[in-house]
């Protein structure tokens, strides 16, 4: 994970690819490295990286939106103290279509 950690702003790139299958792959990527990162450098990224998920959420790939989704809170929990007001504008930007998907028709995304 901490060699991965010089890859990440290629990997962000790659989650405005078309294809399904590479933005999953880069979604999962993300969760590994945020989870073996220590808090602090975690909580950089998590602001950087919370605004590149939210079109996401919208993707016509049910899989794809529940990965996001998961992400996103993996992304909120890393957040430090230093960080948290920054973080807590832009989950804030993020709650109407969260709620939205409470209706999902793909019950473990509205789960």
């Not at 602001?47 to 996001?68: G, H, N, T």
Request: proline share 3%; net charge positive.
């Amino acid at each position: 994970a901490r060699i991965i950690q010089v890859l990440l702003p290629d990997v962000v790139e790659t989650l405005q690819d078309a294809n399904k299958d590479i933005r999953m792959k880069a979604l999962l990527v993300f969760r590994n490295v945020v989870g073996h990162m220590k808090r602090k450098k975690a909580s950089c990224i998590a602001l950087q990286l919370s605004e590149k998920l939210l079109p996401l959420f919208d993707d016509e790939c049910s899989e794809l939106r529940e990965l996001a989704i998961h992400l996103f809170k993996d992304l909120m929990k890393a957040v430090v103290c230093c960080h948290k007001k920054r973080m807590k504008n832009k989950v804030w930007r993020v709650l109407v279509p969260l709620f939205f998907h409470m209706s999902d028709q793909t019950q473990s995304v509205a789960k």
